[in-house]
């Protein structure tokens, strides 16, 4: 079966220390992947989409960045982090065209 | 860029009621997806729409692909204390988009047993 892992689950970082969450997926070949950010638990803002491996593509300026290593390796990361970087970091997949995106448990950032 | 509104914002419910929700969108989208998130947890998909007018029920929640390709509902029937949650529309516009998904704000939905 087709399952999706995010880790850490949670996550304490001092303000200008690096970051780096990974996501992968297993039970399938060559998914989209995205990474989403979710504030205050209220709605989804995409970050980062990836239609194959290396290939990213940013949908908002931000101080952080991600990488797609493996055909299902995502990983999102950051130099140096801002307080504003705290939130609900999500990753999703879709397997193919016309089907739906499914989500990891999350991993939530606190930037002290 | 794309926007989705949701309304309502929240819910508070009797055990036993029934819910709706809606969304609505300043383009038209090709794919409305439903989702809920319990607190802690990622988004679980409990709907998907891929035709305008199309109508799909799972189990005791109902959502429509409205014919305009601008709205979406959800209707959740005979509440429970477990529809607790945040429930969120979601659209993609197709084409080269990617899967690219656009969100709702969500709703709230609270349920007294």
């Known amino acids: 079966s087709q399952t999706i892992h995010q880790w850490p689950a949670t996550l304490v970082q001092p303000v200008g220390s690096p970051l780096s969450l990974e996501c992968t997926v297993e039970?399938?070949?060559?998914?989209?992947l995205y990474w989403y950010r979710q504030a205050a638990g209220r709605g989804l803002q995409l970050l980062f989409y990836s239609v194959g491996i290396g290939q990213i593509s940013s949908e908002v300026p931000q101080n952080l960045s991600a990488s797609r290593p493996q055909d299902r390796q995502f990983i999102l990361s950051s130099k140096k982090l801002l307080l504003s970087d705290s939130g609900f970091y999500l990753c999703?997949?879709?397997?193919?065209?016309?089907?739906?995106?499914?989500f990891g448990d999350g991993t939530r950032l606190s930037i002290l | 860029g794309q926007q989705l509104n949701q309304s309502p914002q929240s819910m508070f419910i009797q055990e036993g009621e029934d819910v709706s929700m809606n969304c609505t969108s300043s383009s038209i989208f090709n794919t409305w997806l439903w989702y809920k998130q319990d607190p802690g947890e990622g988004p679980v998909l409990l709907i998907a729409?891929?035709?305008?007018?199309e109508l799909t029920s799972n189990g005791r929640l109902t959502a429509q692909f409205g014919i305009t390709r601008k709205d979406s509902f959800l209707n959740i029937s005979a509440s429970i204390p477990s529809d607790v949650g945040i429930y969120f529309c979601a659209g993609n516009a197709g084409g080269t988009s990617y899967g690219k998904l656009t969100f709702g704000q969500g709703t709230i939905l609270t349920v007294h047993p």
């Open positions: 999703a997949w879709r397997p193919s065209r016309n089907q739906p995106q499914h």
């Open positions: 039970g399938t070949s060559n998914p989209n």
């Open positions: 729409l891929y035709k305008a007018g």
